[in-house]
């Protein structure tokens, strides 16, 4: 079974600019979530979609969105980059939606804004 | 809010001892999770400890949760220099099931 796959695995980009990444689940998987983890710390949720839909979106400015595809997989943008938005990226998938299911995380896009 | 808080921040043991590292949240749970993280690299689900159980034992992981003081513990036994990792306890935020909230995570280095 292909695991969580993310793309691409490092993205330079200058202030200003745009950022898209992706993120593939696991085959089955329905519920994909996307996190911000900054150099050193924990993971700060951003984004939580299932079976399509914007299921709810952590504290973060609107220049960051997503969509989920009819194919389960995700995209996550992030608009009018600023230098606070080097991070990793992680992406997570688990087979049912909410919070009683285990999430299977991807191994990231690394952004760095120049 | 910080709701999954984990304790130490970072720990070093010798290869073969126990480590044992802590989780303090803030809001009622249905369940706590505990992940690991080797550097750089996404994060790998270890435990579920549903609200109503008090341990649960994975090889040579246990984890115990204690409800009434909002506190969970992750034993790692006969610790190996491949457990080298940050591990993250991570429950439900404030805004209940909506919301999933990582600890910062402790950094466990264990020596050779």
């Known amino acids: 079974e292909a695991g969580v796959t993310q793309s691409p695995t490092h993205l330079i980009k200058t202030r200003g600019q745009q950022a898209t990444l992706r993120c593939s689940p696991i085959?089955?998987?329905?519920?994909v979530y996307w996190y911000q983890q900054a150099l050193g710390l924990g993971l700060q949720f951003l984004l939580w979609?299932?079976?399509?839909?914007?299921?709810n979106r952590g504290n973060f400015p609107p220049r960051f969105s997503g969509r989920q595809f009819p194919n389960y997989s995700s995209e996550l943008n992030v608009n009018a980059l600023e230098l606070e938005d080097s991070a990793l990226y992680l992406c997570?998938?688990?087979?049912?939606?909410?919070?009683?299911?285990?999430?299977?995380f991807g191994d990231g896009t690394r952004l760095s804004i120049l | 809010s910080q709701q999954g808080e984990e304790d130490p921040q970072a720990l070093s043991i010798q290869e073969g001892e126990n480590a044992t590292m802590n989780c303090s949240y803030k809001?009622?749970?249905?369940?706590l999770q505990w992940y690991r993280q080797n550097s750089g690299r996404g994060l790998v689900h270890l435990i579920l400890?549903?609200?109503?159980?008090r341990e649960k034992h994975s090889g040579r992981l246990r984890v115990t949760l204690d409800t009434s003081k909002k506190s969970s513990s992750l034993l790692i036994t006969a610790s190996r220099a491949a457990d080298t990792a940050s591990y993250f306890c991570?429950?439900?935020?404030?805004?209940?099931?909506?919301?999933?909230?990582f600890g910062p995570g402790t950094r466990l280095s264990v020596l050779p």
């Open positions: 997570a998938s688990s087979s049912q939606t909410g919070w009683n299911q285990p999430q299977h």
């Open positions: 085959s089955g998987h329905t519920s």
């Open positions: 979609y299932d079976e399509g839909e914007e299921r």
């Open positions: 809001t009622s749970i249905n369940n």
């Open positions: 400890i549903r609200s109503n159980e």
């Open positions: 991570a429950t439900e935020g404030d805004n209940y099931g909506q919301n999933f909230v």
